[in-house]
């Protein structure tokens, strides 16, 4: 659905806004992160992202016009996002915000819900990656090791084992990567070895396809171990995900789903 071309403009983009937005008025003290991490809650539980929803719905609106450029099924929504009266956009920004039932609202606008969602999910990236590069200034997160992310909560979506051999997953909601156990699934946390195993395409190595037989999901892992242009540390992890869709369709193939969907 969505090019490589579109997903980079947007990723500029969302990095400028980033740079733009406010990070949170109060953040939790250094003790109450760490004992909450303790107790494996997300930062999140703390203190919530400031995310103003007129500045949400005008990014949205942006994001839905660029995406037009390529694609005409964008349009109605980008229209219809700007002509919706202010209170009306508040009400969408928060449905998107909170994950709410959008269905009605597509409809509304004439899109499908699953692009609906899908942009509104991008639209939330620099407002959440602003907030995680807040916390994480008062959070120590060498000792989570959990499957979600420390600070929002989100699955991962990718790993990547760096130069020196550790393992970090990635989170495609807040961009913050954690380190993880090497040798574990990254779906379930099942730390049985003779359950997961590797799938890989000689043409996208080094990047792979690590998946559970055990809860027949799958994560795709860069192992930057072998240098390159892809061992640089600011890599853009969402780009490359939609670089390596023909590593997605390999793991489908084979019977496996991203979030441990039952093979």
């Known amino acids: 659905m969505q090019s490589l071309e579109f997903l980079r403009a947007w990723r500029e983009r969302a990095r400028a806004l ?3 937005l406010p990070g949170p008025e109060r953040l939790p003290a250094p003790e109450e992160a760490e004992a909450a991490l303790g107790r494996g809650e997300p930062l999140i539980t703390l203190v919530e992202p400031p995310i103003d929803p007129d500045r949400f719905t005008a990014v949205l609106a942006d994001l839905a016009s660029l995406y ?3 694609r005409a099924d964008a349009r109605p929504l980008a229209e219809g996002l700007r002509a919706l009266p202010p209170a009306e956009q508040r009400t969408l920004a928060e449905v998107l915000v909170r994950a709410g039932d959008a269905a009605e609202w597509a409809a509304r606008l004439g899109v499908d819900e ?3 969602l899908t942009l509104g999910g991008l639209a939330l990236q620099p407002f959440m990656a602003r907030f995680a590069r807040a916390v994480r200034a008062v959070a120590p997160l060498h000792g989570w090791r959990r499957i979600h992310c420390p600070v ?5 979506d990718l790993c990547r084992i760096d130069p020196d051999n550790y393992r ?3 989170c495609p909601q807040c961009d913050t990567q954690w380190e993880h156990h090497r040798l574990t ?3 379930c946390g099942s730390d049985d070895v003779r359950r997961v195993s590797i799938l890989t395409l000689a043409d996208l190595e080094p990047w792979r396809v690590e998946v559970c037989d055990r809860c027949g999901g799958y994560i795709k892992t860069l192992d930057q171990r072998h240098g390159g242009h892809l061992a640089m540390p600011n890599v853009d992890l969402y780009l490359e995900d939609a670089r390596t869709l023909q590593l997605d369709l390999l793991a489908e193939q084979e019977g496996y789903r991203r979030g441990g969907r039952a093979q």
């Open 68 to 70: 037009a450029e390529s």
């Open 18 to 20: 980033e740079a733009e």
């Open 185 to 187: 699934c990254a779906v």
């Open 114 to 116: 699953g692009l609906l």
């Open 168 to 170: 970090y997953l990635h």
């Open 152 to 156: 929002c909560g989100a699955s991962p």
